[in-house]
């Protein structure tokens, strides 16, 4: 039996800036990820983190078409409306416009957050939860692991916006792989090192280069890197056992004095000035993904 988890890095950047255009960036939104359980080449389950600007573009980027007829389940961080502005209509395509027949209807969405976010999301969302019966919401207890399929996912708090958190993603395995899911932070999660450490892949907001998260509200590489957090996460690079490392998402660095970079170019500076971390921090692409190996 062939099983495996892959992850889609769908979304990485800040959303639409025109500073990412006049670098080349054609294509983004703001930053959302798929994780899919395949056994056999038939899609077990997917977990989709985040649904805001450009994710229905990316997932249609990235995904068979198939997609819309497989086991789904939302996951967001938070209650910024660039985090699930697609949510609706998300849910629209997917319970209402797929099947054998138009009258096909499905039930609605699992959307898991906190108490705090579904205020936003029902706000933003609200026929969808209603009279549309596209969307359920589902109660995340930050620190409380909810299960689904092979995978085991962790919410815990962070400072950024009333009832974010980010997720730790631990597949079912013996291999214990574990997916880091950290955008959208003010400070670093340092209070919950332990359950963060030891990734065999960590998604990781920089959204510039230079410390200002009292100004915008998000973390930086100088702050990812001079506090420690980085090398607390004991990273490790080796795809042979698929473990990749961190990966560098949510950059905009139009706040920095010198302007945004390119990707291959951020990760030019990052290794010049971090020598001891090159081979262990890398920038995401759109549309990137890892694989996972399971055990059958």
């Known amino acids: 039996m062939n099983n495996k988890v892959i992850y889609r890095q769908i979304n990485k950047d800040y959303a639409y800036w025109i500073e990412k255009r006049r670098?080349?960036?054609?294509?983004?939104?703001?930053?959302?990820?798929?994780?899919?359980?395949?056994?056999?080449?038939?899609?077990?389950?997917?977990?989709?983190?985040?649904?805001?600007?450009g994710t229905i573009e990316g997932i249609a980027d990235a995904c068979l078409d198939l997609f819309w007829d497989e086991p789904l389940a939302i996951f967001i961080t938070h209650g910024h409306i660039d985090h699930h502005a697609e949510l609706m209509v998300l849910a629209e395509i997917y319970c209402t416009r797929r099947g054998t027949s138009i009258e096909d209807v499905r039930p609605p969405l699992q959307v898991y957050c906190t108490m705090q976010?579904?205020?936003?999301?029902?706000?933003?969302h609200r026929w969808g939860y209603t009279g549309g019966q596209t969307l359920r919401h589902c109660l995340l207890d930050p620190g409380t692991a909810v299960e689904i399929d092979v995978f085991r996912i962790t919410p815990?708090?962070?400072?950024?916006?009333?009832?974010?958190?980010?997720?730790?993603?631990?597949v079912d395995d013996?291999?214990?792989?574990?997916i880091l899911i950290a955008w959208d932070m003010t400070t670093l999660p340092s209070q919950h090192i332990e359950q963060v450490q030891s990734p065999s892949l960590a998604l990781i907001e920089a959204t510039t280069w230079t410390s200002q998260a009292a100004q915008i509200g998000h973390t930086n590489i100088e702050d990812l890197v001079h506090s420690g957090f980085l090398d607390c996460l004991q990273l490790k690079w080796s795809p042979e056992r698929d473990v990749y490392g961190a990966y560098l998402v949510h950059y905009s660095g139009w706040e920095d004095p010198g302007g945004a970079l390119p990707d291959d170019q951020l990760k030019l500076k990052f290794d010049a000035a971090f020598p001891h971390l090159s081979g262990l921090v890398r920038v995401a692409g759109r549309g990137q993904q890892w694989e996972f190996s399971l055990s059958n």
């Open 156 to 170: 815990l708090s962070v400072d950024h916006f009333e009832g974010a958190v980010i997720f730790v993603i631990d």
């Open 174 to 178: 013996v291999e214990g792989h574990r």
């Open 117 to 124: 976010t579904q205020k936003h999301l029902f706000n933003t």
């Open 23 to 53: 670098l080349g960036q054609m294509k983004g939104g703001n930053v959302s990820g798929l994780i899919t359980h395949l056994e056999d080449g038939r899609v077990k389950q997917n977990i989709l983190v985040d649904a805001g600007l």
